[in-house]
């Protein structure tokens, strides 16, 4: 088998895995990352770092209820 063949098998059996995984299975390994990626975020920034991204957090979900709020319409 040539090394192109393997990459190609190798491709097929990892679509395979992929299309037999639960979906719980999926959201719980993107869920752990994601968890994993925040922490080191939140450990390597600053604390003015912190405070930037807390404000900007809040901003946007002030935003985002306005937003939700101007979508209700009264009968």
Sequence with gaps: ?????AKKLE??????????????HVYHLITEEAKTRAKKVVSDA???????????????????AEAEAGTIKEF
């Design 1 to 5: 088998m040539t090394i192109e063949e």
């Design 11 to 24: 491709e097929r059996i990892g679509n395979d895995i992929l299309n037999n995984i639960p979906f719980s």
């Design 46 to 64: 600053t604390p003015e770092q912190l405070i930037e991204m807390k404000n900007k957090f809040e901003e946007l979900e002030k935003e985002m």
